[in-house]
């Protein structure tokens, strides 16, 4: 089932919970599969679900251990993301499974929740086709997937939640989550507000191993 995106959309800027993560970077249009055991983390998407289904994943600064704890510093770049996937378990934990919606300048509020929350000003991404992408885009998800998600794979699976005419900047996202980049590269690609570039900008550092988890 696809999210209402302009609906969602049309409700920004807003507060929005914040769930920071180490070494990830969402993109709109890509799906993230997520495994939620902390207490704090399991509220947050206890009243996510009970609201809008809306979470900004953001990537988590460097910090100690008593600050991640309390009050877990994260880099103000965030993509929102719309959760379409749940599954509880017995214990409590969740796995879930999160659709980019778009990328975000993230302003922290105070909450007496025990997460963070920010105010989401939405920034939209612009895509202009080139006759290269097909070839371009084959290209990053073979490096991105080492081979093993095939186009027309990748193309089924997204046109169950993205709109058609979103596939392709959808795809080029999807190697952007996928591909084996330093997290502070994949932010650099996120906050690229043109498709086109940000595929381009893939396929720089995809040639370039020591930029390489």
């Known amino acids: 089932m696809k999210p209402d995106l302009q609906t969602i959309v049309n409700a920004f800027p807003k507060p929005v919970p914040v769930f920071p993560l180490p070494n990830v970077v969402l993109f709109p249009g890509a799906i993230l599969p997520l495994h939620v055991f902390e207490p704090r983390y399991r509220e947050m998407l206890q009243d996510a679900l009970a609201a809008d289904r ?13 600050e991640y704890q309390s ?5 103000t770049t965030v993509c929102v993301g719309h959760v379409v996937h749940v599954r509880e378990r017995k214990d409590g934990r969740a796995d879930i499974a ?3 919606i778009a990328a975000g300048r993230a302003e922290p509020v105070v909450t007496d929740k025990p997460y963070r929350m920010a105010n989401v000003e ?4 612009t895509y202009e086709a080139a006759l290269d992408h097909e070839e371009k885009l084959a290209t990053a998800l ?4 080492d081979g093993k998600a095939p186009i027309d794979g990748l193309r089924e699976q997204l046109a169950e939640y993205v709109a058609e005419d979103q596939l392709r900047p959808a795809m080029i996202n999807t190697c952007a989550l996928a591909a084996p980049l330093l997290p502070f590269d994949k932010l650099e690609l996120l906050r690229e507000r043109n498709v086109s570039r940000r595929l381009d900008q893939l396929l720089h550092f995809l040639e370039k191993p020591w930029r390489w988890n």
């Open 71 to 75: 009050n877990p510093p994260f880099h």
């Open 98 to 100: 999160v659709l980019g």
């Open 122 to 125: 939405l920034m939209a991404d």
């Open 142 to 145: 073979h490096a991105a997937t």
């Open 54 to 66: 809306l979470i900004a994943i953001a990537l988590l600064q460097p910090c100690a251990t008593d």
